[in-house]
């Protein structure tokens, strides 16, 4: 089916939207975990220590 199908969409520029975001999911993915990776330990315990933080605002238990 390759071989009938192939040379219609052989000179689209469509193609080139799948790439395109391809290309721009992998880019977002990289950032996200490079700074994940690069942050600072001292900022995971702080955000970790949150749910075991008293709540000094008053609010009802």
């Keep these: ?10 000179n689209s ?11 721009i999911f992998l880019g ?3 950032v996200a975990f490079a700074r994940t990776y690069l942050r600072g330990k001292s900022e995971y315990e702080a955000v970790a220590a949150l ?9 009802a238990k």
């Design 13 to 23: 520029p469509l193609l080139l939207l799948p790439l395109a975001a391809l290309a």
């Design 28 to 30: 977002v993915f990289l």
């Design 51 to 59: 749910p075991l933080a008293d709540d000094d605002q008053g609010g």
């Design 1 to 10: 089916m390759g071989r009938l199908i192939g040379p219609m969409f052989e």
